[in-house]
């Protein structure tokens, strides 16, 4: 069976009555072409005109601001123009009649003409509605859901548990036999808890409600499914009846192309077409075409997660999922209930944690990122994802700054779920601290190797070898580290200040031995996740290959990605304190021109190569190339000067979240309101915007700062070198530089987020702009708003900018030869996180 459901969580009346009129447009489709049965087949086809024509729709044509579309829209999502293709280009018009479909698509047409006020339905009460074809014509089923959500006590905590203020529903008898069949019946009979009022109804009390936010609707939906199918209609009498299912999600402004489900299903089979449960979910990248890459200046495409992080987490099954555009495989349950009892988070008056039931939950509504959490405990449990990076699903972007919003979301999520990890201290836990140690043994050996004078290998220290064995094993890379020295020697590329060569060759041989231990980790690491393996199918116990390995460093990654965010205020805070004449160091132009080449053929090699693999498997697979781009790149560099004092932002919001979630049982799985029509994205945009306009301002500044300097000893008659030595010079010089680079790369995203369009009232026409005067125009605020955003938001400067920081990673070796200062910010770019 193939079920579509529309989950409407604010009960509105026009919005069932549209469903009910496009279920008529569905069931008037002409079920049989020449006397044969063809009803699944014309479907198809008449929705698959349907979906081209609307696929390309914008919020400005069709979103909740406009009363009534145009004649020419309204005829594409009235399905009417559709239906104009499928007569003259797919000849329907000699299958027979049309006539119920075209009264239908009338119908459904009028009702899409009114305007976009909405009735709000009884919001105490679940709201449910199914179609099923007639007499078996497909295997289609469609539902209409609006989940009950009864106003609460503001007084009250909005908790996930019993309480007063809030709704519940009692089960009568025991909970483990009640059927699955009663429980919307049981729901509409629920009632709010109302302090010092005992209704002494027998039974078990279970919430209603335990998430307020999208988790709690996709897992009603999950559970009303695991219900319906076991309807008579809709069972197979076989083993289909005990196989796992797919639960694919789309959002609200997305819309999945036809070959949406023939190009992700496939990913769950293996070579041999066997189910492979090891799949946990598949997830295609979110395309808005109204956004293109060049000028999506707050990257609301995701362009630098999804054509660059996802591509090479793809390599080890790592992608994490989005939300939206992902396809989960569901288990099927060990028993029929819809039930599940758990410890209750809360103490009661009794100060004991007593046993409270509650609806199954497949997503977690213990965070706002339900999509995180649920990726992170299917890598963590040995699973992994498939990404399908093709252009499955067309979305309208939001004329708001919603994709700063979801950052600051993901950020604050993955705080509480790093929280709630160590909280919980169970099995996941375990397998999580296996990866932690590992990377923080790296971490230490890399800061072991950088502060101490090592010469001993780690085996010799643990007596397991001699240090005559070690030292037979070095002696032909000892020779081969001499002769590379003695040539760099002669040719004064270790730096005129060092006397004796034998300091580099003790370096280079430290370094040689942690590339060796390394070597053998990795090597005992893949041999004990080899054993593991044929031992036990468990993966929660131990890491069971290399690349759930790589998927567990992926989910280390997702969980802290937020504790980096320091490094971004350390560089930018050291460039600064080096542009005021105030960095004294050294370095040999030589030896830093070889270290930065060095570090770009890794790091571009690597992406680009990763890319191009990709790419290519995606061609021959699909016939479409989806590559890594430079504006992925460029994006990706913006994000980390951007969301930087946000990630601090959301380490404190999420400290504050978890703690109302685990001591008094708040549901966290929703946004609040902040009081006064401001949400938590406002705050989240205003700080990006303030930021990012100290970052552009500050190094004009320091310019000016410069230049004044520069003058004021000029008039004073006193020599630069007796204030600043020339390696100050130097430093403040490439600082000035990297802080310019930088403020390049944050001049669109900045200028957008002050000269973004607010608005009729607030933007000048080209009408008014060409009626306009030169003298009001200079004193008019909305004229200079105008050139503002000509002059800077323009494709072309775009095209422009994007290349600068690329630009400057490639001639960082030919400015080492002016000052090697430029090689510090390659030896950091090789500790930032990406």
């Known amino acids: 069976r193939y079920h579509v459901v529309l989950l409407d969580e604010m009960h509105r009346a026009e919005m069932k009555i549209c469903w009910q009129r496009f279920i008529k447009v569905v069931d008037a489709i002409p079920g049989s072409v020449n006397g044969i049965d063809a009803y699944q087949e014309n479907l198809a086809e008449f929705f698959g005109a349907w979906c081209e024509e609307t696929r390309k ?392 190797l950088v502060t101490w004078d090592v010469e001993l290998f780690l085996v010799v220290r643990l007596r397991i070898l001699s240090q005559k064995n070690v030292e037979s094993f070095l002696e032909p890379i000892d020779r081969w580290i001499n002769e590379i020295l003695s040539k760099f020697w002669t040719w004064h590329l270790l730096g005129t200040g060092v006397e004796n060569s034998q300091i580099y060759a003790t370096m280079l041989r430290q370094v040689v031995m942690w590339l060796i231990t390394l070597v053998v980790v990795v090597l005992t690491l893949w041999g004990l996740s080899t054993f593991f393996k044929m031992c036990t199918k468990n993966a929660r116990l131990f890491p069971n290959s290399l690349r759930h390995w790589g998927r567990l460093a992926v989910s280390l990654q997702s969980l802290t990605d937020f504790m980096w965010y320091w490094t971004a205020f350390v560089w930018l805070g050291f460039n600064v304190f080096a ?33 191009c693999r990709y790419s290519l498997g995606q061609s021959m697979d699909a ?51 902040a009081g006064e029509g401001d949400d938590q994205g406002k705050r989240t945009v205003s700080i990006v915007k303030w930021w990012t306009l100290l970052l552009v301002l500050l190094p004009v500044g320091l310019w000016i700062q410069a230049l004044v300097a520069h003058l004021g000893r000029e008039t004073s008659n006193e020599l630069e070198e007796a204030t600043m030595t020339t390696s100050q010079i130097e430093a403040a010089w490439a600082a000035r530089i990297v802080l310019t680079i930088v403020a390049l790369d944050l001049l669109h995203p900045c200028a957008f987020l002050f000269l973004r369009e607010q608005g009729s009232d607030k933007e000048l026409g080209d009408e008014q702009a060409k009626k306009i005067r030169w003298s009001q125009a200079v004193c008019n605020s909305r004229w200079w708003r105008r050139i503002l955003r000509k002059v800077v938001l323009n494709p072309f400067l775009a095209s422009v900018l994007k290349y600068v920081g690329p630009a400057y990673f490639l001639l960082l070796p030919l400015l080492c030869l002016w000052t090697t200062w430029f090689g510090v910010t390659a030896s950091f770019m090789l500790v930032t996180p990406a």
């Open 57 to 448: 729709l914008n919020l400005q044509q069709i979103g909740n601001k406009v009363a009534v579309p145009e004649q020419g829209i309204l005829d594409k999502i009235s399905g009417l123009s559709a239906l104009r293709i499928v007569r003259q280009e797919l000849g329907w018009s000699k299958r027979g009649p049309l006539d119920d479909l075209e009264r239908a698509l009338l119908e459904f047409a009028k009702d899409l003409e009114t305007d976009n006020s909405f009735t709000q339905g009884n919001i105490n009460r679940d709201d449910v509605t199914d179609w099923a074809p007639r007499q078996g014509r497909c295997f289609l089923r469609v539902h209409y859901i609006a989940r009950a959500r009864p106003r609460e006590d503001e007084r009250t905590n909005r908790v996930q548990h019993v309480a007063p203020g809030t709704w519940y529903y009692t089960i009568p008898g025991d909970v483990d036999k009640t059927p699955a069949e009663d429980w919307l019946t049981l729901r509409r009979s629920s009632v709010e808890m109302v302090y010092g009022i005992d209704r002494d109804q027998a039974g078990t009390k279970v919430p209603l409600r335990t998430s307020r936010g999208k988790s709690g609707g996709l897992n009603f939906v999950n559970n009303y499914m695991h219900v319906i199918a076991r309807r008579e209609d809709n069972v197979y009498g076989d083993d289909q009846d005990f196989c796992p299912s797919l639960f694919s999600v789309a959002h609200a402004r997305h819309q999945y192309q036809p070959d949406f489900m023939t190009s992700t299903v496939p990913h769950f089979f293996d070579k041999a077409h066997v189910l492979n449960e090891r799949v946990a979910y598949t997830q295609c990248p979110l395309h808005y075409h109204t956004t293109p890459d060049k000028t999506d200046y707050l990257d609301s495409n995701h362009a630098s997660w999804f054509r660059l992080t996802c591509m090479i987490r793809q390599c080890c099954g790592g992608v994490f999922s989005c939300g939206s555009n992902c396809t989960w495989l569901v288990q099927p349950e060990a028993d029929d209930s819809v039930w599940m009892k758990r410890k209750a988070r809360v103490r009661s008056k009794k100060r004991m944690r007593m046993q409270e039931v509650f609806e199954k939950q497949f997503f977690s509504e213990d965070t706002k990122v339900e999509d995180t959490a649920g990726s992170l405990q299917a890598m963590l449990s040995g699973k992994h994802a498939q990404f399908v990076n093709r252009k499955l699903s067309y979305g309208m972007a939001k004329p708001d700054l919603g994709a700063i919003a979801s950052r600051q979301r993901w950020s604050e999520g993955g705080v509480v779920l790093l929280l709630q990890q160590l909280h919980r201290c169970g099995a996941d836990l375990w397998i999580l601290l296996v990866a932690a140690l590992a990377a923080l043994g790296f971490m230490i050996s890399v800061f072991r």
């Open 579 to 611: 542009a005021l004449g105030n960095a004294r160091s050294h370095f040999e132009y030589g030896g830093v021109i070889m270290f930065t080449v060095a570090i770009n053929l890794l790091s571009w090699g690597m992406a680009i190569a990763n890319s």
């Open 623 to 673: 016939n479409e190339i989806a590559s890594m781009s430079i504006d992925s790149i460029w994006r990706s560099n913006q994000q980390f000067y951007m969301m930087a004092p946000v990630h601090l932002y959301s380490i404190v919001r999420g400290i504050g979240q978890f703690l109302k979630w685990r001591f008094y049982g708040v549901d966290i799985s929703y946004w609040e309101e």
